[in-house]
């Protein structure tokens, strides 16, 4: 594994954007609050600027601590603050990987394999992701730039073969039952943008103009979303409300010449993201632990961390199948906002007024 | 640490191998391909009634030996549609694979009493198509989706093929399901589906459309006529083309116009505490036939004229419909709730709330607007 | 496990043994003598002549068979034996016969007995002179070779025909007679312990990177072999850390595309003996670009390199999948396609997975046996092949119809793409394994690996899948899926080295 390797921005920003955009595949109004169809456009909007507000102790540690990231951020504070914010991180990554790996699981025995056990799949993804992992940053970057190419690609396809079937006679009124509902769904999809977590770790390994690519980002998934939502809703009406996987449902719609769906294309670009997904989960994982313990075991620490999420999952997939589908969004927004916010915040302002106090103390010196 | 790698590639190696003795894919050919599925109520549960392709053949293919029937029927019973389906496997072996069916029929009773409870099967399997088309049988779903067309003809492709119709048709009319489930679901739209009859004629049998069936909740409570079919077509911006005629008295001539384009546009508004909509049809057609016992030329006021008539035909036509389904029916199966609502969400959830309660106050103004582009290859008629 | 697995391959192996210290040549003649003979042996083609030049005892040594005659006798030999005033001081008449009486330019001086030993053995004459504490070679190599030929694995419609040949002399006056202009270098490197191969480093000195050429040398150097046969002896050596499934290190027969690499600022490495050349570094994307591109219109490139880019998909996916769609996902096929798949399939004994695997392995052996065979019995092996694969089986029902049309296609599209036959053809069949165990998600997966794998080979700095990723829209834009027209691409020349990371 290349430790030190950088990548550049505009990659971190496909591999991170790519993320994001898994989660907004996994959309499911099951889970969430049940709210009317066109409410969801406001809420993508309130869902960047919640995005944007979550972000400010991501804009203040590359601000004030540039090419250093959270672990390090911590380090000017003490080492066992880093070690402590390394192990957060780290429990708070292998939380994100189960997720992931629970809603791959999730879709896969819903949809691609209905009457199989996961158990092989599970194992086939993480021992996957593990090799993957062990690649290094380069090898996401790239992955990621290239997944998302053939993302945008499989999208537009499938847009295209059911735009016939698009009616905007489907979508509600928005606001019909006041701005709260999209204020939710908005809560909602930003407490799904773990990405925030991984930039804290990852921003210093990249090269680049940092802002402009967050700016860039957050416009993609803004846009994307939209759009998505809208083929959803404009295209299967109240019938998404009925489904685990509306994204899936809106694939199935799509029609060209004699093929009668293109699911496949969807499943294709979803199984591919969330492997991706995970390897770059578990080489964050990998990343905080040498952080935590010694540098030299990095490959150990990817296979550690994969096989806990394979024991875990495996024994455990009856009771926690879907976590984000059991919590409340009360308690999911509760962790997001401790471990994505409160955290990194904590940690930047200790360091900060370290930092002060070090320059008084060298000034009245 | 390379040990450790190569150790657990090896034990990954050999649960691979090892599952692939229990390997959980069906093949083809353990596969039941379904291709049309009726549903009947019984007073124990349903009758699923599913035709699927004969894949079994009586000789090798490539020997050119005889292949036998290239559909079979199948009956099989349960308490509800899924395990009836799933009983199919126990009589023959193989699990039915639905995802490639193309047609959902319900006999007449079955759609009368509620269908509600025979399609959650079809929204929670992940492997059904949401275009399939739906449709009530006449009689029972058995009879339909069982009928003999002929030597090695697919009933689900000739019941699919008079659905296609729907585009060049106004009478006929094509719900997919996910359509059939949204207008079920919906507080506002009364669903409706094509009702097929199948006739004898002579030594085989023939399957046609017969009406459309309106359903209140989820019940099919009553019929459209072809012209109600038609006006529903059109205020609903499914017609795409179709025929339709004209008696004009001046010319004592009788026209059929061919609907080449047409549109329909729909305008909500309150006036004076009323629910009004104005529907714009705007059409373009062609002359396709004229006939009169005396001959005449096709000329300007002529034409003028079939215009008029044809707005006049189609403005009574939607009238009508909507009059018998507003009024006789208290039934809104056009959707000017849904745009209603969608228009004045405020003055809905204050003054409508019910939007069937609401129906008999509701008036519909309708405008057509036909253009006649071409006359065909005649001056006059003969 | 793995420790018994190294004790018996060291039961059957021996170890490199490294490099001995240079023996200098004595200025006593005998033991020089002795020394030769002791190193050469008793081999019947080195011919021995000793002599009096003047009054100092000279000796002469050659290989029979690697030199010309002719040529020792006219520049060597002769002229030694019939020259006047000679100088009586040893190296005085060493020197005296060097400028003077020699008139051949390939001359040298060596200081070791064992490089005298290894220019023997390549063709040179040596010459000793008793007193002189060194000998002179000279080169009058004339060895039976081959003569340039037409290229056999990258034919080209249009454009230059002939290929590199064995004689790494040879392919340098291939590439020097396209490129007549000094910044082409070519630095040689000698590897092997015992076959002393001569590898020749090419690269156009004012683009190439120094860093790269210097990290080329010092790979080649790291090169511990005993014997080096051919270019696929060094190949590992040059490839990237990474244990990659695709070559990162190019191959060609062809002299024009060697030029057109080097003109891209890449070092292009012959073998002695090794009718190819290697180029490093290489992309991803050139497996799918051919000289024929440039010679075309843009158009009609871009045509052939979708073409390519798709004959290689389903030379890789397209059985796995066949295999996946029939064990797992009937539902994507179309109804009448599903039922004629069905109807053919329900006759065969096998599962997919095991007839898919049965009947691309019968293609192999097929194939194999066709390539290895002489041309006249090859033609036998492909009738046979055809009539046993393509006929009797379907007709019998072991295998049905569109299998056949699978491995048809499979087959076909793999040759379409033949740089990368071999990874492809192993590829092929992991993916049907896969796509029998766990379908389209195992496909998915696997496509996933071989991206990660691809992605994580870094070449001399430049990523493996660039211009892709990263992404390099200049690169992409002007020669990637498509190319520009000679008036644009032309003005400018692609530098490798710009596609760093």
Redesign the interface.
């Given at each position: 594994m290349k430790g030190s390797a950088?990548?550049?921005v505009?990659?971190l920003c496909c591999v991170l954007l790519l993320s994001r955009l898994l989660s907004t595949l996994t959309f499911s109004p099951v889970g969430a609050e049940r709210i009317n169809s066109s409410d969801y456009f406001p809420s993508v909007i309130f869902a960047a600027m919640m995005i944007l507000l979550f972000s400010v102790p991501l804009i203040l540690q590359k601000h004030y601590f540039p090419g250093k990231d959270i672990a390090d951020v911590a380090y000017t504070v003490s080492p066992l603050l880093s070690k402590a914010t390394g192990i957060s991180y780290v429990l708070c990554f292998s939380f994100f990987t189960l997720v992931a790996v629970a809603r791959l699981e999730m879709f896969?025995g819903?949809?691609?394999?209905?009457?199989?056990?996961s158990a092989?799949?599970i194992?086939?993804?993480i021992?996957?992701a593990c090799?993957?992992a062990t690649?290094?940053l380069?090898?996401?970057?790239?992955?990621g730039?290239?997944?998302l190419?053939l993302f945008t690609g499989a999208f537009a396809f499938i847009m295209m073969a059911m735009a016939d079937?698009v009616e905007t006679?489907?979508?509600?009124?928005v606001f019909?039952d006041g701005v709260e509902p999209s204020l939710t769904a908005a809560l909602d999809a930003a407490t799904r943008t773990v990405e925030l977590a991984f930039a804290a770790v990852l921003l210093p390994r990249a090269n680049g103009k940092a802002g402009r690519a967050f700016a860039v980002c957050l416009l993609a998934f803004t846009c994307f979303a939209e759009l998505i939502l809208f083929f959803v809703f404009a295209g299967?009406?109240?019938?998404a409300q009925?489904?685990m996987f509306p994204v899936?449902?809106v694939a199935?719609?799509s029609?060209f010449s004699?093929?009668?769906?293109f699911d496949?294309l969807l499943?294709?670009v979803w199984?591919?993201s969330a492997?991706?997904k995970i390897?770059l989960l578990l080489y964050l994982q990998s990343e905080m632990l040498q952080k935590v313990f010694s540098r030299k075991?990095n490959?150990?620490y990817v296979?550690l961390a994969g096989l806990l999420i394979l024991v875990i999952q495996v024994f455990l997939a009856g009771t926690v199948t879907d976590y984000y589908f059991t919590a409340g969004l009360a308690a999911r927004a509760g962790l997001y906002i401790a471990f994505v916010v409160l955290v990194p915040s904590m940690v930047i302002a200790a360091a900060l007024i370290k930092r002060k106090r070090g320059h008084q103390h060298a000034q009245s010196e | 640490m390379r040990k450790v790698s190569k150790m657990l590639f090896l034990v990954l190696l050999i649960v691979l191998l090892l599952s692939g003795c229990s390997t959980p894919g069906l093949e083809l050919k353990n596969r039941l391909i379904v291709q049309a599925i009726g549903i009947d109520e019984t007073q124990d549960g349903v009758r699923v009634t599913l035709q699927t392709l004969n894949t079994e053949m009586a000789g090798n293919p490539n020997s050119g030996a005889d292949l036998g029937e290239v559909t079979r029927c199948l009956t099989v019973e349960g308490a509800t549609v899924s395990e009836a389906i799933s009983n199919a496997a126990k009589s023959e072996g193989k699990q039915p694979l639905i995802s490639q069916n193309r047609l959902i029929v319900f006999g007449r009773e079955t759609a009368k009493s509620g269908l509600y409870t025979h399609l959650d099967y079809f929204v929670r399997n992940a492997s059904t198509r949401l275009t399939v088309p739906v449709a009530v049988s006449d009689t029972t779903a058995e009879e339909l989706v069982s009928a003999s067309l002929g030597e090695n003809v697919l009933t689900a492709d000739s019941i699919t093929d008079i659905l296609d119709g729907a585009r060049y048709n106004t009478n006929i009319v094509s719900q997919a399901l996910y359509e059939f489930v949204n207008q079920l679901s919906s507080e506002l739209t009364d669903a409706f589906i094509p009702v097929l009859r199948m006739e004898e004629a002579g030594e085989e049998n023939k399957i046609s459309m017969y009406s459309v069936g309106v359903f209140q909740d989820d019940r099919m409570t009553y019929e459209l006529s072809a012209d109600d079919v038609t006006a529903l077509m059109l205020l609903t911006d499914k017609a795409q083309s179709g025929y339709f005629s004209v008696d004009n008295e001046a010319y004592s001539a009788q026209t059929v116009l061919r609907i080449k384009k047409t549109g329909t546009k729909i305008q909500s508004k309150v006036q004076n505490g009323k629910i009004l909509f104005n529907v714009q049809v705007k059409m373009t057609v062609d002359i396709l036939e004229t006939r009169s016992d005396t001959p005449f030329s096709l000329d300007k006021a002529y034409l003028l004229q079939t215009e008029a008539l044809a707005q006049q035909r189609i403005s009574e036509m939607i009238e009508a419909a909507v009059r018998r389904c507003f009024l006789e029916q208290n039934s809104d199966p056009f959707g000017f709730g849904q745009r209603f609502w969608k228009k004045y969400p405020a003055q809905f959830k204050s003054d409508v709330v019910h939007w069937r309660n609401a129906l008999p106050t509701v008036e519909v103004k309708t405008q057509a607007d036909v253009s006649v582009e071409r006359v065909g290859n005649g001056v006059e008629n003969l | 496990m793995w420790n018994w697995l190294k004790k018996e391959e060291n039961r059957v192996t021996r170890s490199i043994p490294p490099d001995e210290p240079p023996t200098r040549v004595y200025a006593e003649i005998e033991k020089n003598i002795l020394y030769m003979k002791e190193k050469l042996g008793a081999s019947f083609d080195i011919l021995y002549k000793q002599t009096y030049i003047g009054k100092n005892k000279a000796f002469l040594i050659m290989d029979d068979g690697m030199c010309d005659n002719l040529l020792v006798t006219q520049q060597v030999v002769g002229p030694i034996m019939e020259m006047r005033d000679i100088p009586d001081d040893p190296s005085e008449q060493m020197a005296y016969i060097r400028d003077r009486i020699s008139s051949g330019i390939d001359q040298k001086e060596n200081y070791s007995l064992d490089d005298a030993v290894t220019d023997v053995v390549s063709g040179l004459v040596i010459l000793f002179i008793d007193g002189v504490p060194f000998c002179e070679a000279f080169g009058v190599q004339g060895f039976p070779k081959r003569a340039i030929d037409n290229a056999q694995t990258e034919v080209q419609e249009r454009g230059a025909q002939e290929a590199f040949v064995e004689s790494f002399k040879d392919n340098v006056a291939l590439i020097r007679r396209r490129v007549r202009s000094p910044v082409a270098r070519f630095e040689l490197q000698e590897l092997g312990a015992t076959s002393k191969t001569r590898v020749c480093i090419c690269y156009f000195a004012d683009r190439t990177d120094r860093q790269m050429i210097d990290e080329v040398k010092s790979r080649l150097k790291k090169a511990k072999l005993d014997m080096v046969l051919g270019a696929g002896y060094l190949r590992p050596f040059l490839e990237s850390d990474v244990t990659a499934i695709f070559t990162s290190v190019g191959t060609t027969e062809r002299p024009d595309i060697a030029c057109a690499e080097m003109a891209e600022g890449r070092a292009v490495i012959l073998v002695d003996g090794t009718p190819f050349a290697m180029i490093v570094p290489y992309l991803f994307t050139e497996n799918f670009q051919s000289m024929d591109d440039y010679n075309h219109r843009p158009y009609y490139a871009l045509f052939i390199r979708v073409l390519k880019f798709f004959s290689f998909l389903i030379s890789v996916f397209l059985p796995g999948l066949y295999v996946a769609v029939c064990t797992f996902h009937q539902e994507i096929l179309p109804v009448s396609m599903l039922y004629d798949t069905a109807v053919q399939e329900s006759i065969t004994p096998l599962p997919v997975m095991a007839e898919a695997i049965f009947i691309h392995f019968l293609y192999e052996i097929v194939r194999e046996a066709g390539l290895r065979m002489p041309k006249s019995v090859g033609h036998a092996v492909s009738i046979v092949g055809a009539l046993v694969i393509g006929d009797t089986a379907v007709s019998a029902g072991l295998i049905a119809a569109p299998m056949l049309i699978v491995v048809a296609m499979t087959a076909i599209s793999s040759f379409v793409v033949s740089k990368i036959y071999y990874p492809v053809s192993v590829l092929r069949f992991a993916f049907m394994i896969i796509g029998g165990l766990a379908g389209f998600y195992g496909i998915v997966l696997g496509f996933g690996v071989v991206l990660f794998n691809m992605c994580a080979v870094t070449a001399y700095g430049t990523p493996y899948v660039a211009p892709f990723a990263p992404m390099h829209l200049g690169a992409l834009w002007r020669d990637s899926f498509w190319r520009l027209g000679w008036k644009t691409l032309g003005k400018r020349e692609l530098q490798i080295h710009s596609l760093e990371k």
């Open positions: 950088k990548i550049g505009w990659q896969v819903t949809i691609v394999f209905p009457d199989s056990d092989l799949f194992i086939l993804c021992a996957a090799y993957a690649l290094g380069e090898a996401i970057g790239r992955v730039t290239i997944s190419v079937k006679v489907n979508l509600s009124p019909y299967l009406g109240d019938f009925t489904q899936h449902a199935v719609l029609e004699v093929f009668r769906r496949v499943t294709g199984i591919l492997f991706i390897s075991w490959k150990l296979l | - | -």
